[in-house]
């Protein structure tokens, strides 16, 4: 009897689990704005070029730092230094 115990507690134990697990929302990625890396029009997950693509905006933005974000993650540097 008390195997059947154990049992019903572990298939309680895993209900729980199951629900609470469905239940979490997906993750926020670090880098995106919110709602930016969603949708299936994003689906390498590459973020937007510029301060309104980030999560937290910079506290300054110039030419260069836009240019040098653009340009990210290619291997050439941007062309106005």
Do not use: C
């Amino acid at each position: 009897m008390s195997l059947l115990k154990i049992i019903a507690a572990g298939a309680a134990g895993y209900g729980l689990y199951r629900y609470a697990k469905h239940q979490q929302a997906e993750p926020e990625h670090a880098a995106f704005a919110p709602g930016e890396a969603r949708g299936s029009s994003n689906f390498a997950e590459v973020r937007n070029a510029g301060p309104e693509g980030m999560r937290s905006d910079p506290p300054t933005w110039d030419r260069v730092d836009q240019s040098s974000d653009e340009s990210f993650p290619a291997s050439d540097p941007p062309a106005n230094y």
